[in-house]
């Protein structure tokens, strides 16, 4: 039952934005983490940006830094991810996830998860940037 539904993802131009969008329905919880993966072909899954409904913490991929901002919806618990100033290296297959992490770091650094399984991940929207 629990789930996510993504959207926004596209083609865009070098140094452009597009707004990601991550909406997780099915559980009722006092607190959890939502995250932002992604995956290039050929490369590793690598952990975008996270964020924590308990904490407030919120984490980055050093790639990221400065270019990318997180935000949370906290009636609805709609995840965002501004993306701007865009580059090439961004192209992949964008990810979103929730779980019951404490904290934004153990999300994007999955950590042994608090309960084994309970994990859901969206279907992935495609970034492309590109002249």
């Known amino acids: 039952q629990l789930h996510l539904v993504e959207s926004g993802g596209g083609k865009v131009q070098p140094g452009g934005s597009l707004r990601l969008s991550c909406a997780p329905s099915?559980?009722?919880?006092?607190?959890?983490?939502l995250g932002w993966f992604r995956q290039a072909p050929g490369k590793d899954r690598e952990a975008v940006s996270c964020i924590s409904t308990k904490d407030g913490s919120t984490y980055y991929g050093d790639s990221v830094k400065g270019r990318f901002t997180i935000s949370r919806n906290t009636v609805e618990n709609t995840v965002y991810l501004q993306m701007n100033s865009l580059k090439p290296e961004d192209t992949a297959t964008y990810y979103c996830?929730?779980?019951?992490?404490?904290?934004?770091?153990?999300?994007?650094?999955?950590?042994?998860?608090?309960?084994?399984?309970?994990?859901?991940w969206g279907q992935g929207t495609q970034v492309a940037v590109s002249a």
């Open positions: 996830s929730v779980d019951l992490y404490s904290t934004a770091a153990d999300m994007c650094l999955q950590a042994p998860p608090p309960i084994p399984g309970f994990a859901a």
């Open positions: 099915g559980f009722q919880l006092d607190f959890y983490s």
